[in-house]
């Protein structure tokens, strides 16, 4: 079962939403650097996906939807909450490139 499974109305344009999609991955890979160590963008840049070691996530925008599943089995392993931060991570960016669509967490 993935750590994270978000699907979501964007409420935007589809070009728009790729350029949300975007600063939503440089600020993952800005504040998780250290485990997300390869970035692979689909030709069309509607899809990428995040890998490192033990982390898995993919993205992905289509003309309704913005798509996030993803896991980090490793890290989940080892412990320390790491995992959990990185999930909480993901969607805190998604809400903030995609704030009419992804529900803030109460």
């Known amino acids: 079962m993935p750590l994270v499974n978000v ?17 939503a991955v440089a600020d993952v890979q800005g504040r998780f650097a ?12 509607t899809a990428v996906k995040l890998t490192g070691p033990g982390v ?17 089995p490793l890290l989940n392993l080892l412990g320390k909450g790491i995992g959990k931060r990185i999930s909480e991570g993901l969607k805190g960016a998604l809400q903030r490139h995609f704030p009419k669509g ?5």
């Open 56 to 72: 898995i996530v993919d993205l992905k925008v289509d003309a309704e939807h913005v798509h996030a599943t993803g896991d980090v």
């Open 7 to 23: 699907s979501v109305k964007h409420n935007t344009t589809f070009e728009d939403a790729k350029v949300r999609l975007e600063g």
């Open 34 to 45: 250290s485990v997300v160590r390869n970035i692979e963008w689909s030709p069309d840049r």
């Open 102 to 106: 992804i529900p803030e967490k109460k």
